[in-house]
């Protein structure tokens, strides 16, 4: 049994408390909030025995052996790295930080304290994510990328209202790139690795972050393009075209339908059945890499997420995306 505490008290995390419970050998016993009002509420809801409001006693207690992370992407690396320090694996929200600094930080304490630290990349995890990977082949020389990932958020009506929340605010690392673009890089990053070259275009809001924007990258053989945005919305598929055939993909973010349309017209169908609740794969990932022993998933590996964070820092300098989290030093 690995029992876990979770530190942010949101949607997501509902989401992965839900799914987590359908895993085998999920337990949870801890919570942290910055408020011990807030604690006590989510500890009661979930039957959580063991609150928190001050992170170093979290870290440190025995009551837990692992902690998922969902709390605002600034956070994240300072957070991790305290846990982890304290003996604690870490599961942590993407994007796992706020740039590659913060996440080289990361990986060097996990290895130095000999604990597991994995993003929590969904998507990657999938097993139609599997099914992609497996028939890459059959469409022979793979020539483009092609991911979209743009939803219109709620919360950009109150923005244009003047009331800047969370998703729009750059003191928390958020914006497009950060919260959606990530979704279409991952992917890309754990087929075909780090690209040569990065182009990136975007609409900068007036508090400080992105709204949209897009990327072209170069590989030697290939190119890849991503479109992602909070300020429109597109239900354009995702593609993988290669000479013999294009792989269709619904949702880039989280597939749910995989098939191939090969040139003589023939369509081959790869869609796999998944659970629903489809956090549970990493949940199981995480867990099933604990058991075995290793400190690094092979699918989201610290390789993947550095390289996937390495294109973020670069298209946010071409865009002049800066956030205070690039200032600090861990």
């Known amino acids: 049994m690995v029992r876990f505490g979770i530190i942010g008290t949101n949607k997501i995390t509902e989401e992965l408390i839900a799914a987590a419970r359908q895993a085998e050998d999920f337990a949870l016993t801890a919570v942290y ?4 009002d807030r604690a006590t509420e989510f500890a009661a809801m979930h039957g959580i025995s063991h609150t928190f409001t001050d992170l170093e006693k979290m870290a440190s207690s025995a009551e837990l052996d692992a902690v998922y992370i969902a709390s605002p992407n600034s956070l994240h690396a300072e957070q ?15 994007p796992i930080a706020s740039n590659t600094a913060e996440l080289e930080a990361m990986i060097r304490t996990a290895r130095d304290n000999g ?3 994995m993003e929590a990349m969904k998507s990657t995890l999938l097993p139609n994510f599997a099914a992609i990977r497996s028939n890459l082949h059959k469409i022979g020389p793979v020539r483009r990328y092609f991911a979209s990932y743009c939803q219109y958020s709620s919360r950009y009506d109150a923005y244009k209202q ?6 729009f605010n750059p ?3 958020n914006g497009s790139l950060m919260d959606i673009g990530v979704y279409c890089l991952y992917p890309l990053v ?3 690795g780090k690209p040569s ?6 609409i900068m809001l007036e508090s400080g972050v992105d709204g949209q924007g897009s990327m072209l990258l170069s590989y030697e053989e290939m190119d890849g393009m991503v479109m992602y945005s909070k300020i429109t919305s597109s239900y ?3 593609e993988i075209q290669g000479e013999g055939g294009t792989m269709i993909i619904d949702k880039i973010n989280q597939p749910e339908q995989v098939h191939i349309r090969y040139r003589d017209g023939s369509v081959e169908e790869l869609t796999q059945s998944q659970a629903a609740r489809n956090m549970i794969y990493e949940v199981e990932e995480f867990i099933r890499l604990l058991h075995s022993g290793q400190r690094e998933s092979a699918v989201n590996s610290h390789a993947n997420s550095l390289t996937t964070m390495e294109i973020m820092d670069e298209a946010r300098r071409q865009l002049g995306l800066v956030f205070p989290a690039d200032r600090k030093i861990l």
């Open 33 to 36: 909030s910055r408020t011990a």
């Open 80 to 94: 991790a790295i305290l846990c982890m320090k304290g003996g604690k694996h870490v599961l942590c929200e993407k």
């Open 115 to 117: 604990v597991l630290l």
């Open 162 to 167: 003047g009331t800047v929340l969370n998703a």
């Open 171 to 173: 003191a928390l690392s």
């Open 190 to 192: 754990a087929l075909f």
């Open 197 to 202: 070259r990065v182009q990136a275009n975007g």
């Open 236 to 238: 354009a598929p995702s």
